[in-house]
T-cell receptor, first 113, second 111 residues
Framework: GENVEQHPSTLSVQEGDSAVIKCTYS??????FPWYKQELGKGPQLIID?????GEKKDQRIAVTLNKTAKHFSLHITETQPEDSAVYFC????????????FGTGTSLTVIP | NAGVTQTPKFQVLKTGQSMTLQCAQD?????MYWYRQDPGMGLRLIYY???????DKGEVPNGYNVSRLNKREFSLRLESAAPSQTSVYFC??????????FGPGTRLTVL
């Protein structure tokens, strides 16, 4: 089955700096890669996703890059703000062959004012 | 979390007791999921349902049963709760574009 690894497990940045979270996956059949933000006491919330026919996608201060050859994808948050503090999860899914999602173990991001 | 509701929000059980976690959606999507979340382990899939009347095991199905009652509801049952099942349980749906949306979660403690 798919194995998704996520690094780092914790990340602290100064407000205004950039944050980068990286994930690797093992199954070449995976072709959908979402990122979720989870605030304390709440369920994960989809913030951005990328499909394997695209190398990069951007939405305001958030961007995701995908390298299919190397089987890794990354979340980039620019101009970080205190409200970006949360746990972020990456996931991988082979949408052509099944309905399952495989999650990384999460990154706790703290933005220091 | 709009559109996916879970009940109860909190529950404390004694070892050996049974209970059912309820999940309902108001978005008319086919795919529904049950995950458990434990510290340092991310989200692990227990069971999922690709459509009404079908269910499939995920990564950690032992000790659980599910029922896709209709398109709107997907329940998770613990027949004989164990302390190892202490966790936060999330229900989720997936759209036709594969986007997942999660409910607010149920915090379960088994003593």
């Amino acid at each position: 089955g798919e194995n998704v690894e996520q690094h780092p497990s914790t990340l602290s940045v100064q407000e205004g700096d950039s944050a980068v979270i990286k994930c690797t996956y093992s199954d070449s059949a995976s072709n959908y890669f979402p990122w979720y933000k989870q605030e304390l006491g709440k369920g994960p919330q989809l913030i951005i996703d990328i499909r394997s026919n695209v190398g990069e996608k951007k939405d305001q201060r958030i961007a995701v890059t995908l390298n299919k050859t190397a089987k890794h994808f990354s979340l980039h948050i620019t101009e970080t703000q205190p409200e970006d503090s949360a746990v972020y999860f990456c996931a991988a899914s082979p949408i052509n062959t099944g309905n399952q999602f495989y999650f990384g173990t999460g990154t706790s991001l703290t933005v220091i004012p | 979390n709009a559109g996916v509701t879970q009940t109860p929000k909190f529950q404390v059980l004694k070892t050996g007791q049974s209970m059912t976690l309820q999940c309902a959606q108001d978005m008319n999507h086919n795919s529904m999921y049950w995950y458990r979340q434990d510290p340092g382990m991310g989200l692990r899939l227990i069971y999922y349902s690709a459509s009404e009347g079908t269910t499939d095991k995920g990564e950690v199905p032992n000790g659980y049963n599910v029922s896709r009652l209709n398109k709107r509801e997907f329940s998770l049952r613990l027949e004989s709760a164990a302390p190892s099942q202490t966790s936060v349980y999330f229900c989720a749906i997936a759209t036709s574009r594969h986007e997942q949306f999660f409910g607010p979660g149920t915090r379960l403690t088994v003593l």
